[in-house]
């Protein structure tokens, strides 16, 4: 089992920045992928970003890359994501989410195991 928290979402400026965070707790976090994913309404739940166990390796959805970064603290079992220019399109509920079974990245919704409950990112124009 892996227990998943975020935090840092919130009411933001467009340009603005934000840093998301999502705490692990239960498995050894350092042995598995994670992601970032984010759901708007009316709309399918979407990677944002992936990341390797070493941090070595990341994915980036074509909407964010070059304004957001996914990171790890393998020490602090920490998951980061900084979003950067932010703009009213990445309004969504964004979650955290482990694949405890994979050593690679991955970009699909099915392939994780375990979620977050999501926090919310609002970004007015």
């Known amino acids: 089992q892996v227990q998943l928290v975020e935090s840092g979402g919130g009411l933001v400026q467009a340009g603005d920045s934000l840093r998301l965070s999502c705490v692990a707790s239960?498995?050894?976090?350092?042995?598995?992928?994670m992601g970032w994913f984010r759901q708007a309404p009316g709309k399918e739940r979407e990677i944002v970003g992936s990341?390797?166990?070493?941090?070595?390796?990341?994915y980036y959805a074509d909407s964010v890359k070059g304004r957001f970064t996914i990171s790890r603290d393998n020490v602090k079992n920490t998951l980061y994501l900084e979003m950067n220019s932010l703009e009213p399109e990445d309004t969504a509920v964004y979650y955290c989410?482990?694949?405890?079974?994979?050593?690679?990245?991955?970009?699909?919704?099915?392939?994780?195991?375990?979620w977050g409950q999501g926090t919310q990112v609002t970004v007015s124009s």
């Open positions: 989410a482990a694949d405890v079974d994979s050593s690679r990245l991955e970009l699909r919704v099915s392939s994780y195991d375990y």
């Open positions: 239960g498995r050894t976090f350092s042995s598995y992928t």
């Open positions: 990341i390797i166990w070493s941090g070595y390796r990341t």
